[in-house]
Nanobody
């Protein structure tokens, strides 16, 4: 299974970016998917999660109302639309497949991970 993130970059505060996570070797429609992020010197933190059907979405409080997770199962791809970006959103963003066991907010509940994509928000 391979997950490949893309869409990161440098953006000014208040701007937007859309991250993509494309999968190969696994049909994503069978799995919930999550996005995490890791800022310099900090641990990897939960950002958002979407159920296999796309009907249930969960967000960290810090991104609620600004970020939207979505999926296109026909393209085997998950997205993270990020609006009203802030400097504190600067991090490497990772997508991962949710195993269905454990809390969705914990890295332990996810098995396969992408290599990450850098998002930098300037003030």
């Amino acid at each position: 299974v391979q997950l490949v993130e893309s869409g990161g970059g440098l953006v000014q505060a208040g701007g937007s970016l859309r991250l993509s996570c494309a999968a190969s070797g696994r049909t994503l429609s069978n799995y919930g998917m999550g996005w995490f992020r890791q800022a310099p010197g900090k641990g990897r933190q939960f950002v958002a999660r979407i159920s296999s059907s796309g009907n249930v979405r969960n967000y960290a409080d810090s991104v609620k109302g600004r970020f939207t997770i979505s999926r296109d199962n026909a393209k085997n791809t998950v997205y993270l639309q990020m609006n009203s970006l802030k400097p504190e959103d600067t991090a490497v963003y990772y997508c991962a497949t949710y195993t269905g066991g454990g809390t969705i907010y914990s890295m332990a509940a996810y098995d396969y991970w992408g290599q990450g994509t850098q998002v930098t928000v300037s003030s």
